[in-house]
């Protein structure tokens, strides 16, 4: 194994999420790319926050979960997806704020990508009802096609349903996949058991 690979692996094997954390990323001049909670040197950028308990973002994190449930809920009915799962991208990809936009591209709740929203007739990706319809119907379409494997299924939410499949319908090698679909899980087993306090 070439040893920037080994290097990368064992720093996967010590980086573990936390529900609380944020996440910086780094990429050396080597290729390599790092993932911490606790950035130290230059280099890092962060890639996903938690709004921490006792700042005005948590307190606007828990108002905008609770005033948009009852529609999160309303839509997974419809589509038949888990509203905790609904819940638990939501809560991954933009700590429930409309407005998020990430540097890929990516807008709104569900962080939907341009094609994505085309694909599933949303017009406006900031809009509430909108990207919660169009990103739930997507988590069905995925749930679907990975045979209801949900950490598939968050996998290629992430990383596209082309990505899966290219690695035979496994979890693609990316650091930021593999830990993507670890970060929703565990926000998914907290909504499962009814457990907000996170």
Do not use: C, W
Not at 42 to 54: A, I, L, Q, W
Not at 88 to 97: G, L
Not at 144 to 152: A, K, V
């Amino acid at each position: 194994m070439h040893k920037a690979h080994v290097l990368l692996l064992v720093g996967l094997m010590l980086f573990v999420f936390t529900a609380s954390a944020d996440v910086y990323k780094k990429t050396d001049k080597y290729g390599r790319v790092f993932f911490t909670d606790k950035p130290s040197g230059k280099g890092y950028r962060m890639v996903m926050r938690t709004p921490k308990k006792g700042t005005v973002a948590y307190k606007n994190f828990i108002q905008n979960r609770r005033k948009l449930t009852p529609l999160i809920k309303q839509k997974a009915k419809q589509f038949k997806v888990d509203p905790a799962l609904v819940m638990a991208v939501i809560h991954a990809e933009s700590a429930y704020d409309q407005h998020a936009i990430s540097k890929a591209g990516a807008v709104g709740l569900m962080q939907l990508m341009p094609a994505t929203a085309q694909r599933f007739g949303v017009t406006n990706r900031n809009n509430p009802e909108q990207n919660i319809t169009g990103g739930t119907q997507y988590l069905r379409h995925l749930l679907e096609l990975f045979e209801f494997n949900i950490r598939l299924t968050l996998a290629a939410y992430n990383a596209g349903e082309s990505a899966v499949a290219k690695y035979g319908n496994q979890i693609p090698p990316y650091p930021e996949t593999q830990n993507y679909v670890k970060r929703v899980i565990e926000y998914y087993q907290n909504y499962l058991s009814g457990n907000k306090n996170f």
